[in-house]
Nanobody
Framework: QVQLVESGGGLVQAGGSLRLSCVAS????????MGWFRQAPGKEREFVGAIRWSGSSTYYANSVKGRFTISRDNAKNTVYLEMNSLKHDDTAVYYC?????????????????????WGQGTQVTVSS
């Protein structure tokens, strides 16, 4: 059973930065494509970005492209979401998720149905 635990959320002013972490346990992290999603109050969960199991490629939603960066350290079973130039609209609960099919194309990472393990989420609040 894969478990994912996010951390690093908090309150930040618009224009500021945060780095989220997601630590995996109980599985073979280095074989999982990893994704980040977010859900704002009253809205559906939306894709933020993803990184291939090898770290060789990433894929981002247009809304965060150029501001957010996903990276991973397979030796530490950890994936990161570096968020810069934060906006009020980035306020949401952020979730990491694992896709245990390493053969899936990164372009398919935007679909939440492809992920079978989810963390509990971490709140990010951006004050305007």
């Amino acid at each position: 059973q894969v478990q994912l635990v996010e951390s690093g959320g908090g309150l930040v002013q618009a224009g500021g930065s945060l780095r989220l972490s997601c630590v995996a346990s109980g599985g073979t992290f280095s074989r999982y494509n990893m994704g980040w999603f977010r859900q704002a109050p009253g809205k559906e969960r939306e894709f933020v970005g993803a990184i291939r199991w090898s770290g060789s490629s990433t894929y981002y939603a247009n809304s965060v492209k150029g501001r957010f960066t996903i990276s991973r350290d397979n030796a530490k079973n950890t994936v990161y979401l570096e968020m810069n130039s934060l906006k009020h609209d980035d306020t949401a609960v952020y979730y990491c998720a694992a896709d245990r099919n390493p053969l899936r194309a990164i372009s398919a990472s935007m679909w939440s149905v492809n992920y079978d393990c989810w963390g509990q989420g971490t709140q990010v609040t951006v004050s305007s």
